[in-house]
């Protein structure tokens, strides 16, 4: 019989300590299907961030780096003009990208860094105990929101994948999501792309993966999904940005 | 005939692949594995279509799928 369905080669053959359901498991897979397709494992380099994916490293089979909270688009810049051959990305959730480290992911963008992001958004802080993160929606109850998200006190979700489409050195954004096989493949076709655009030396690329986080959203597996199809994608709607 | 082998050390029991398998052949177990959780069975390995939608929506790739 003809296996049709494996684990990659950029892929360790161990168990992740992320929860039962959690979608950073199927974005580690599709990073390094990606990998793979493009027979790059040998001269990839992936900077892991903090938050839960902060040990990213243990699970994939290729050189990785880790960079403080928030600077993982520094670190990688650094790598990248030292090795341009190499081909660098970063692994981040959106309290890496978008909050703390929102200063460095603005201007690497705006400097057109040759990088290739995965932006993971499940609208929360995940390894701290489900804070409020910048892209938590309005209503979203979380441990320091418990009556929900409101715009007088906390403003309003940051769309950061459309604020760095206005950049002339960002040359291709898409926002992708989880919620059933079908999306899956579209975000591995997008994150496929984000590589591809780098080799080609195109620019900065950015793809904004909606996952889910079932343990801090209060929901089982299922749910989770459905909950990003039915209320998360109303906010961060798919597609291409840029 | 198409067939899938679940790694069932490392399954996690989130049952998504239960809730897409178009032919409903996955099953929660009522065992428990190393990892102290009900990880998921398949029973009626025959009508199995290899349509791939568990091993593509498996946060853990946890799950093989051979086809003839």
Not at chain 2, 40 to 49: P, R, S, T, W
């Amino acid at each position: 019989m003809e296996k049709i369905f494996k684990r990659g080669e950029s892929l360790y053959d161990v168990a992740t300590h992320y929860c039962p359901g959690c979608g950073h498991g199927i974005a580690h897979r599709l990073v390094a299907e990606a990998v793979d397709s493009l027979g790059i494992r040998e001269k990839t380099i992936g900077v892991a961030p903090v938050g839960c994916a902060v040990v990213a490293y243990d699970y994939w089979n290729f050189d990785c780096s880790e960079a403080a909270h928030g600077r993982a688009l520094a670190v990688a810049t650094g790598i990248k003009r030292v090795h341009p051959e190499k081909v660098v990305f970063t692994y981040q959730g959106d309290g890496d990208l978008a909050a703390i480290g929102t200063n460095e992911t603005i201007h690497a963008a705006n400097r057109g860094e040759n990088l290739s992001v995965v932006f993971i958004n499940n609208a929360v802080y995940g390894m701290t105990g489900g804070q409020l993160a910048p892209t938590t929606l309005l209503g979203q109850k979380t441990a320091t929101s418990i009556e929900g998200r409101t715009k007088k006190a906390h403003g309003y979700p940051l769309k950061i994948s459309e604020m760095l489409a206005l950049l002339p050195g960002v040359c291709y954004i898409e926002r992708v999501s989880l919620e059933n096989p079908q999306e899956v493949l579209k975000a591995k076709r997008a994150i496929k792309q984000a590589f591809e655009n780098q080799i080609n030396n195109l620019g900065f690329s950015l793809v904004e993966v909606l996952s889910p986080c079932p343990t801090y959203w209060g929901l089982s597996p299922k749910e989770s999904l459905d909950w990003i199809k039915l209320v998360m994608r109303k906010e961060f709607p798919l597609g291409r940005i840029k | 005939m198409p067939k899938i082998i679940i790694n069932q050390d490392k399954c996690k029991g989130c049952l998504l692949c239960v809730n897409f398998c178009p032919k409903g052949l996955i099953k929660k177990s009522t065992k428990l594995n190393k990892q102290g959780l009900n990880f998921v069975e398949v029973d009626l390995k025959d009508n199995c279509i290899g349509c791939m939608q568990c091993a593509i929506i498996c946060p853990d790739c946890c799950i093989e799928v051979y086809k003839e």
